[in-house]
């Protein structure tokens, strides 16, 4: 069927095709490149007739505003049965449903879901990779799995050659909701306007060889044959194809449409600059561990704010942005449009910036700190009874050549002044965050001297760094007292060495 007039129908009439008890894979990223038409007409017809029920749900980035749009529309019980995703933070009913038992749940890193998709596609038995070794999401330390309703064996240890990987098993998928800007007359999907691309094509090959149904959701459909090149996902994929409105088929969750994310150009270095701040200071010591040529990839949250103080410092032209989503180049969006990035070098598919980074293509990364304990681990992934997930936070880390953990000493009420160089704690925070042990590994310390990596722990007034007999207190906030301020606000004592005070950059204001 290669007439696009033939597979064109309402989200009601496309979501009315899914059966109880199928496996619906969803893509996006955040907000960009999510269906957004198809998930709320999904949840439309749940709360209207009861039905579709028992679903699993497979996703790979995080999709959602933390509130009601992205996958939260499928977060009903008995809607859905299983989950297996990426990242959970912004989908924060689904993760209530887990925490109470109501649904199995898995945390799997963003990246193997990605790379599953194609493993699926292919008819391979999984994905069999290094990543997860030694976190969680390791047989040894619970299998990914987030409540005991769960069951185990969806991922297994092996050896190959003498080493260990992990084996993240096949299963079929019986739906697949997609996103793009237009198809042509022959139901091409294209991707022109879209701040992403993602798994679109993985996924629709991994449906299509499952025997199952490609929805596809559009903002136009356009009457001249799409170059060949320009296709991500042929027509041949494609079941169904649902023309959007506007307001739900924004390029991201924050933007209805922003040409930078589409376009080439050059980066304004003075077009933001990070306000004064202990978020400041920790971005700007993190900067300076970066060096000149180095592939980067920043984190969401305090480590966006490393690419304004290296556009402060002219240093965009010295390094390479990356985003996990796929964006090569360019600055980095933040908040809710996460994973945009302006002006891009190029903008590859989500599977593709894996597999760059899972062979050690990055040179530094700095990402979030929510815990860090005396082994070095962090955890980043789950607080209690609120779930997070690890997204691709897994693959970077445990991949980059450098990595920088960014976060406060303590949380809770804590209160700073910054004044002439000097940092004055006025108010401790009340909750510690350097703990005996974390709550959970989402990043294994000792893997990580294994492996040979180079790994700081930056706070607004202290560094650390991970070295073979522990962490390591290295570096102190001018105007800190270092028993007071830092070892008494700490579960664990570090290592002490010969102690340096951090360096000035990180407490001045530019002068020009």
């Known amino acids: 069927m290669h007439d696009v007039r033939q597979k064109i129908c309402t989200a009601a009439e496309a979501v009315a095709l ?37 679903l699993t749900l497979l996703y790979a980035a995080g999709q959602g505003d933390g509130n009601r749009r992205g996958l939260n529309h499928l977060a009903h019980d008995r809607l859905i049965r299983r989950v297996i995703g990426g990242h959970w933070g912004l989908v924060p009913r689904m993760g209530q449903l887990a925490i109470e038992e109501k649904i199995e749940a898995y945390n799997f890193p963003q990246g193997v879901i990605c790379h599953l998709l194609r493993d699926i596609a292919a008819g391979r038995p999984g994905c069999i990779t290094h990543v997860g070794l030694n976190t969680f999401i390791d047989p040894l330390r619970g299998g990914g799995r987030l409540n005991e309703r769960t069951p185990a064996g969806a991922v297994e240890r092996l050896q190959l050659n003498g080493r260990d990987y992990l084996w993240y098993k096949s299963f079929p998928i019986h739906v697949g909701l997609i996103r793009g800007t237009a198809v042509d007359p022959r139901g091409n999907l294209l991707m022109d306007r879209e701040a992403v691309i993602g798994e679109v094509l993985p996924m629709a090959q991994a449906v299509h060889n499952s025997g199952g149904l490609v929805i596809a959701q559009v903002a136009e459909i356009r009457r001249e044959l799409a170059p060949p090149q320009s296709v991500r996902v042929p027509g041949i994929l494609i079941d169904r194809v649902v023309l959007a409105a506007a307001d739900e088929h924004e390029q991201t969750f924050a933007e209805a449409y922003n040409p930078d994310y589409c376009s080439a150009g050059e980066i304004d270095d003075d077009s933001s600059r990070l306000p004064w701040s202990v978020r400041r200071v920790i971005a700007a010591r993190a900067c300076d561990a970066i060096q000149p040529g180095d592939i980067v990839n920043l984190g969401i949250g305090l480590p966006e704010g490393i690419a304004r103080i290296a556009a402060e410092r002219k240093l965009l032209n010295e390094l390479t942005l990356t985003v996990e989503s796929g964006p090569v180049g360019g600055l980095p969006a933040g908040g809710l449009s996460f994973g945009a990035s302006k002006f891009p070098f190029a903008v590859v598919d989500q599977p593709a910036q894996f597999d760059f980074y899972d062979g050690g293509g990055l040179d530094f990364a700095a990402l979030g700190a929510a815990e860090v304990d005396q082994h070095g681990n962090v955890n980043v992934s789950r607080f209690g009874n609120r ?23 303590t949380t809770g009420n804590a209160e700073y002044d910054l004044h002439n160089g000097q940092l004055q704690i006025l108010r401790q925070g009340s909750t510690r965050k350097f703990l005996s042990n974390v709550q959970q590994v989402s990043f294994s310390g000792d893997a990580a001297r294994r492996n040979g990596q180079d790994v700081l722990y930056v706070t607004e007034r202290a560094v650390f760094q991970l070295d073979r007999d522990g962490v390591r207190l290295i570096e102190y906030a001018p105007g800190v007292d270092v028993q007071r301020d830092i070892l008494d606000q700490m579960e664990f004592t570090p290592l002490v060495g010969q102690l340096r005070p951090m360096a000035a950059t990180a407490f001045s204001w530019p002068t020009s």
Do not use: K, M, W, Y
Not at 36 to 52: H, I, K, N, Q, Y
Not at 388 to 403: D, E, H, L, P, S
């Open 18 to 54: 899914i059966q109880n008890g199928q496996t619906v894979a969803c893509g996006g990223f955040v907000g960009a490149a999510h269906p957004e038409s198809l998930t709320a007409a999904l949840e439309l017809r749940f709360l209207d007739s009861g039905d579709p029920q028992g």
């Open 387 to 409: 779930l997070a997930g690890v997204g691709g936070f897994v693959n970077i880390t445990q991949n980059a050549r450098r990595v920088v953990f960014c976060g406060t000493l």
